[in-house]
């Protein structure tokens, strides 16, 4: 799908460089030239955009996320086809995957786990309250950014490929993930998603997932009938607070676990204020939490938990439920022997149905994939070669993963690679790990290296192998033209430069084109087709617009998201609500059926000296009964002061304001502007505090 690449979709967006390849689309780095900024381009493969049902779910999935708007999920902006090319335009994330970030880091301490398990939730209570579930919530779907914080990718995308055979290759990590209800294939709801967010948890808190196995059949079949090892039995120092939530996240009985992702949220952010916490999930006549004071851990004493579901970590049923639960299993008479061989028979045959059930579901699932072997790649022989001169050709690894070297004290030349893993030659699958063992050199050695030729690198790339030689690399950013944002414009040292172990190298990065600001303008009380000839003209991108119902003239603006005078970078959407117009009154119509109406009760308006006889043709009106006046709309239009570049204008309307004060371009010379009124009333308009005109109107005359 290269071919994509230096090609224009829809006449907008400009495809840079293909990022990620996924089971059911290629994602691409690409540039919006109507918005001028990068975004991520997710392209559907062929095998899928030639199949209509799917690209039906695809783009009827796709919108739906589109509507979820929240800092910790990633914005989908777009979703389109050109021509035979179905796509989907979103955020571009400068970041790395929460499964790369652990990777590095293995274990992470319950600190970061919470930090990053808060934010998940908070996208996934957002997403929840849209009707919109995950359903693949994993690692690889969780991104880290610079700053520490998370966004969650690919909502909806698992729904949209549930209707296929076959899954990809990537789906075969997310066995390790799945609730036991998708295990089964059974129904799921928003629960699922934080049994796969308690699975998460386990990983960043332990350094691996509760649950493995030879084969996902054998993962799936855990997930329905095995039991995680707690997380404390693992590593040392895990609070049991943070234990509880991760555990009752992950009870294998839907209704027990948490009712949602605000519920869970609220435990989170108890633990986060007081990690001395102990939750109570079992006893329903306590409190749902004990507050303790901070103390040694031996003073705490706690219930031991079994080495099943732990019952700890279930929602209490009411305590009546509880107690007719216990007479049923221990006080109840023994049954008859035959009885319990059909019980048993049962139960067998249950476990058996379950057992192939899932053993089919992830046959049909993986089986494509797991049949499409992996490409063999012959591992290059980098041995006596410059680490400089391995990592600046990516050419001679290609479809290998350099792995961060290893650094040793050795006779050969400072940055000399002496030894690889696995040896040259080899044959091993694409994208396999390679680590490199570099010399360091020894104290009489010159352990200088020549500096790296990064200039037209990523940032992320760049930062990432001064890392691995052991130097620190220290970032100034500037605005460029021709550069584009987050690539090294230039080094110092420079290129071939000595570099020794431990120096700082300043990396100079484009902070792309210097971004041109312009004023939003003055949008209320403009006609709305005025209204978006002014958006365009300024330069910027007429958004959402949709009417509703108000006094004031149909077609006029009413209001405008962003407020007049505000500088904000072009290109930049302006939202706009306008006039539909007044709601028409109901007029009330004589019910006959209605029981409280009298059919020989007077009419209000009828003559009472007529005593309900004939009316004989005539209508009897008061004298002195009062006449509304009539309402109607006139266009004023002013002369706008030409010894000034811009004026503010305030309107009056019988001495009231009639609208906010906005500000015009006094070069346009004239401005008109409709006016709703009753009757005869003055007009009055302000130019910056001063009277420019004053008129007495007469509304609904012709």
């Known amino acids: 799908m290269d071919n994509y690449i230096g090609k224009m979709l829809d006449n907008r967006y400009e495809i840079l460089e293909s990022i990620g390849i996924g089971g059911m689309a290629v994602v691409y780095k690409a540039r919006c030239h109507r918005l001028n900024r990068l975004v991520a381009i997710k392209i559907l493969k062929d095998e899928f955009s030639k199949d209509a049902e799917f690209r039906r779910r695809f783009h009827a999935?796709?919108?739906?996320?589109?509507?979820?708007?929240?800092?910790?999920?990633?914005?989908?902006y777009d979703v389109s086809h050109s021509g035979d090319t179905d796509y989907i335009v979103m955020e571009l994330i400068d970041g790395i995957t929460l499964k790369q970030y652990m990777s590095q880091k293995g274990q992470l301490n319950w600190r970061e786990t919470l930090h990053f398990a808060t934010q998940i939730a908070k996208a996934?209570?957002?997403?929840?309250?849209?009707?919109?579930?995950?359903?693949?919530?994993?690692?690889?779907?969780?991104?880290?950014?610079?700053?520490?914080?998370?966004?969650?990718?690919?909502?909806?995308?698992?729904?949209?490929?549930?209707?296929?055979?076959?899954?990809?290759?990537?789906?075969?990590?997310?066995?390790?993930?799945?609730?036991?209800?998708?295990?089964?294939?059974?129904?799921?709801?928003?629960?699922?998603?934080?049994?796969?967010l308690g699975v998460v948890m386990y990983e960043m808190l332990t350094g691996r997932p509760p649950f493995d196995g030879d084969s996902p059949v054998a993962v799936a079949i855990q997930h329905i009938n095995g039991s995680p090892v707690l997380p404390t039995e693992l590593v040392d120092g895990i609070p049991k607070?943070?234990?509880?939530?991760?555990?009752?996240?992950?009870?294998?009985?839907?209704?027990?676990?948490?009712?949602?992702?605000?519920?869970?949220?609220?435990?989170?952010?108890?633990?986060?204020?007081?990690?001395?916490?102990?939750?109570?999930f079992t006893a329903a006549a306590l409190q749902k939490t004990q507050i303790l004071d901070p103390v040694s851990e031996d003073v705490v004493t706690l219930r031991p938990v079994q080495q099943q579901r732990p019952a700890a970590y279930h929602r209490p049923e009411p305590p009546r439920r509880q107690a007719e639960r216990v007479v049923e299993w221990e006080e109840a008479p023994p049954r008859r022997r035959s009885g319990n061989r059909v019980a048993v028979a049962a139960g067998a045959v249950c476990i058996i149905l379950a057992v192939v059930g899932v053993f089919f579901f992830l046959y049909n699932s993986f089986l494509k994939d797991m049949l499409t072997a992996t490409k063999d790649v012959k591992v290059p022989n980098f041995l006596g070669y410059m680490y400089n001169d391995v990592i600046n050709n990516s050419a001679s690894y290609e479809g290998l993963n350099i792995s961060t070297p290893v650094w040793i004290e050795d006779e050969a030349e400072y940055g000399t690679v002496i030894a690889q893993n696995p040896a040259a030659d080899s044959i091993v699958k694409e994208g396999a790990k390679v680590t490199l063992t570099v010399s360091q050199g020894t104290d009489d050695t010159d352990q200088s290296l020549p500096m790296p030729n990064l200039s037209g690198r990523t940032l992320q790339y760049a930062e990432d192998v001064l890392n691995d030689l052991g130097v620190t690399p220290q970032v100034a950013r500037e605005y460029d033209d021709t550069v584009e944002k987050d690539v090294?414009?230039?080094?110092?040292?420079?290129?071939?430069?000595?570099?020794?172990?431990?120096q700082v190298v300043v990396l100079t990065v484009s902070d792309g084109p210097k971004e041109e600001l312009v004023e939003v303008p003055a949008l209320r009380l403009r006609t709305l087709e005025d209204a978006l000839a002014v958006i365009d003209k300024a330069g910027l991108v007429k958004g959402e617009v949709r009417a509703e119902q108000d006094d004031r003239p149909e077609n006029t603006v009413i209001e405008q998201s962003i407020e007049q005078g505000e500088m904000v970078p072009k290109g930049t959407v302006i939202n706009l609500i306008y006039s539909s117009g007044p709601a028409e009154e109901q007029k009330p119509e004589d019910n006959p059926d209605d029981p409280n109406t009298d059919p020989d009760q007077p009419d209000e308006n009828q003559n009472p000296d007529d005593g309900g006889g004939e009316n004989n043709g005539s209508t009897t009106t008061e004298p002195?009964?009062?006449?509304?006046?009539?309402t109607g709309t006139k266009m004023i239009t002013v002369d706008l002061p030409q010894d000034r570049p811009t004026t503010v204008m305030s309107v009056y309307l019988d001495k009231e304001p009639y609208a906010e004060p906005m500000e015009l371009d006094t070069a346009q010379g004239q401005f008109s502007f409709p006016v709703t009124g009753a009757g005869t009333q003055m007009v009055e308009v302000y130019f910056d505090g001063v009277l420019g005109k004053s008129e007495t109107i007469t509304f609904g005359a012709g």
């Open 61 to 76: 999935e796709s919108q739906a996320v589109a509507m979820l708007s929240h800092p910790n999920i990633v914005s989908v």
């Open 124 to 196: 996934l209570e957002h997403a929840h309250s849209r009707g919109i579930i995950h359903r693949d919530i994993k690692p690889h779907n969780i991104m880290i950014l610079k700053d520490g914080s998370v966004k969650v990718a690919d909502f909806g995308i698992a729904r949209i490929t549930s209707a296929q055979s076959t899954l990809t290759r990537e789906a075969l990590g997310s066995v390790h993930y799945i609730s036991p209800e998708q295990a089964r294939g059974s129904r799921v709801d928003k629960r699922s998603d934080l049994y796969s």
């Open 241 to 280: 607070g943070l234990e509880q939530i991760t555990m009752h996240a992950m009870t294998a009985a839907v209704e027990q676990r948490y009712a949602s992702a605000t519920e869970m949220l609220a435990d989170l952010e108890e633990f986060r204020k007081n990690p001395n916490v102990i939750f109570d």
């Open 488 to 502: 090294v414009i230039s080094t110092s040292p420079s290129k071939d430069e000595p570099l020794q172990k431990g």
């Open 624 to 630: 002195n009964a009062p006449t509304e006046p009539v």
